[in-house]
């Protein structure tokens, strides 16, 4: 299956790849380092994109306007324990040839976001779904014992499962060539592991779901919602129960009669965010959602899953719901968002990129690939989009078209590039470039209905804005 972003990974049903071929493993360490194959041309080809990290940095507050209370928002950080990989074959290949998470350095990254939450002092920290890699228990402990560190510092932890999470079978160890099952997470030991980052200072609980309403402060409240369906299994693809709705609507009225400001936050999207991933993005029958929520004057929806930083409205009016979709903290250019908040409802989102270098020249580590973790962050991207593009081309059979390497390599190019500025919420900077490149013109006119090429022009026709700021009054 394509792997494009958080809505597409493997289903619960999938087993556990036992043995990792080992002629196919690589090692993530840098470009040059990576090995070539007879099918496939040596990756050191790849140009070197670094993410233009200047452009998501938070607006300026206008001097007349006095600055809200600020909540720090993370989604899909696929914590993995380290206790689960030797950091051999088997870890490194599932790296190389996943979509884009830099699991081999989660540890440090997980920890330089703490440093910034602690150091920004957030009225609380939103983790909005998918905790974890692929719902280990390891995982989830491990990770729960490093956020006790923002709440020692007093500052809430406010979490949600994503899809994930809980009752994964795909939860895995890797020792050696070998990938083999991890202990998968319940529903009543996700509760029980995150008690106490939401659900134990909930105002009030759904009994038949994991989702909670938190009270931030005297007006306004946060409607966190488990969108997930794990009851046998894991499933990809989001859902809200008929009862949750139910238990909605009571809290909805309770806070309209209060005179409260409500956010709600779930794991999958409210809106069709990826035009092409519908089923597994968006919350199925989200209509209902949408109705609900806006018949009580909700302005706003914050969620994760996609992966790809991304805002959309609910009407073309601009005058509904505006969700805002807050990319992977695992994926470069690895951020999270910042949203202020005033008691009239008044929204400003801005991104930030977790700045890891700081860290780790604190820290005084000596990796240099965290030291200067913004010269490798992108070409790592670039290589995991450019081989998935490669080998999907390698597969394509066109009669009035045989590629040649060099034809393939440069459209892998255009992928990559592209794919890895969608993720940043900054594909409009490349939008003319890409379409005025030959390589572009041979996906179009050879390769339908290849998944890429659809993907690639659902980038190109919502290549319209920077999705790292906007303002919600």
């Known amino acids: 299956m394509v792997s494009l972003a958080g809505c597409t990974v493997k289903t619960g049903q999938e087993p556990v790849t036992t043995e990792i071929p080992s002629q196919t493993v690589t090692e993530p360490v840098t470009e040059e380092t990576q090995p070539a194959t007879e099918s496939e041309p040596e990756t050191s080809s790849i140009e070197e994109t670094t993410m233009p990290e200047e452009t998501t940095e938070p607006e300026e507050t206008s001097a007349k306007e006095e600055p809200g209370k600020k909540l720090i928002i993370a989604s899909d950080i696929h914590y993995f324990a380290r206790e689960l990989t030797d950091m051999g074959l088997g870890f490194n290949y599932m790296v190389e040839h996943g979509d884009g998470k830099v699991v081999n350095y989660i540890w440090e990254i997980t920890d330089a976001?703490?440093?910034?939450?602690?150091d920004q002092k957030p009225e609380a920290l939103i983790l909005s779904g998918d905790l974890s890699l692929n719902g280990e228990y390891q995982s989830h402990a491990e990770l729960a014992d490093k956020l006790e560190r923002i709440e020692d510092a007093g500052i809430p932890v406010l979490v949600i499962p994503g899809n994930h999470d809980i009752n994964n079978v795909s939860a895995a160890a890797y020792e050696g060539g070998v990938r083999f099952p991890a202990e998968q997470t319940r529903p009543e030991e996700f509760e029980s592991i995150y008690s106490d980052f939401g659900f134990d200072e909930a105002i009030s609980r759904d009994e038949y779901s994991l989702s909670y309403v938190y009270q931030l402060d005297e007006y306004n409240r946060l409607l966190m919602l488990d969108s997930c369906q794990y009851e046998d299994h894991a499933l990809v693809g989001g859902m809200i129960k008929s009862e949750t709705y139910d238990w909605i609507e009571l809290e909805m009225e309770d806070a309209w009669e209060q005179g409260m400001n409500v956010i709600p936050v779930a794991h999958h999207n409210l809106l069709d965010q990826s035009r092409v991933y519908i089923d597994d993005c968006t919350i199925e029958h989200s209509s209902q959602l949408i109705d609900q929520l806006e018949a009580w004057d909700v302005g706003i929806f914050l969620s994760g899953h996609l992966h790809v930083q991304h805002y959309r409205y609910s009407n073309e009016q601009k005058d509904?719901?505006?969700?805002?979709?807050?990319?992977?903290?695992?994926?470069?250019?690895?951020?999270?968002?910042?949203?202020?908040?005033?008691?009239?409802?008044?929204?400003?989102?801005?991104?930030?990129?977790?700045?890891?270098?700081?860290?780790a020249l604190d820290e005084k580590v000596?990796?240099?690939?965290?030291?200067?973790?913004?010269?490798?962050?992108g070409p790592f991207l670039m290589r995991v989009f450019y081989n998935k593009a490669y080998?999907?081309?390698?597969?394509?059979?066109?009669?009035?078209?045989?590629?040649?390497?060099?034809?393939?390599?440069?459209?892998?190019?255009?992928?990559?590039?592209?794919?890895?500025?969608?993720?940043?919420?900054?594909a409009y900077k490349l939008k003319e470039e890409t379409l005025k490149d030959p390589s572009y013109k041979l996906w179009v006119n050879y390769t339908y209905p290849s998944i890429l090429m659809q993907y690639i022009e659902e980038i190109l026709t919502d290549a319209v804005v920077d999705y790292n700021h906007i303002k919600i009054e």
């Open 113 to 118: 976001f703490i440093e910034e939450v602690i």
């Open 320 to 359: 509904g719901i505006c969700e805002i979709v807050t990319s992977s903290l695992a994926t470069p250019p690895c951020q999270y968002g910042i949203l202020e908040y005033t008691d009239d409802a008044v929204y400003t989102y801005n991104t930030k990129v977790l700045d890891v270098e700081a860290w």
């Open 366 to 377: 000596t990796d240099d690939n965290l030291l200067e973790f913004n010269a490798y962050k």
């Open 391 to 426: 080998e999907e081309l390698k597969h394509i059979d066109n009669k009035e078209h045989e590629f040649t390497d060099d034809e393939m390599a440069s459209m892998s190019q255009v992928y990559a590039k592209l794919n890895s500025y969608s993720y940043a919420g900054l």
